[in-house]
């Protein structure tokens, strides 16, 4: 995650995600934070929406 695109391209991504409730991008801590319904989403599948727009998930 290197400048605002990227940023924006993550939570639209997450966003349009089913029981996602809030994501948060930061640019400066390369960190992504998220609220959701983990019956309607998971952790996993989130990760993996990540990668699948080309960034590595670390944590
Ligand atoms: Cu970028």
Same mark, same amino acid.
């Given at each position: 995650?290197? &400048?605002?695109? &990227?940023?924006? =391209?993550?939570?639209?991504?997450?966003? =349009?995600?089913?029981?996602?409730?809030?994501? /948060? =991008?930061?640019?400066?801590?390369?960190?992504?934070?998220?609220?959701? /319904?983990?019956?309607?989403?998971?952790?996993?599948?989130?990760?993996?929406?990540? =990668? @699948?727009? @080309?960034?590595?998930?670390?944590?």
């Amino acid at each position: 995650m290197t &400048c605002p695109h &990227c940023v924006k =391209a993550i939570k639209t991504t997450i966003s =349009a995600l089913p029981g996602i409730k809030k994501v /948060d =991008a930061n640019l400066k801590k390369k960190s992504v934070s998220l609220v959701f /319904d983990s019956t309607q989403s998971s952790l996993e599948k989130i990760k993996s929406e990540i =990668a @699948g727009l @080309g960034y590595q998930v670390v944590a």
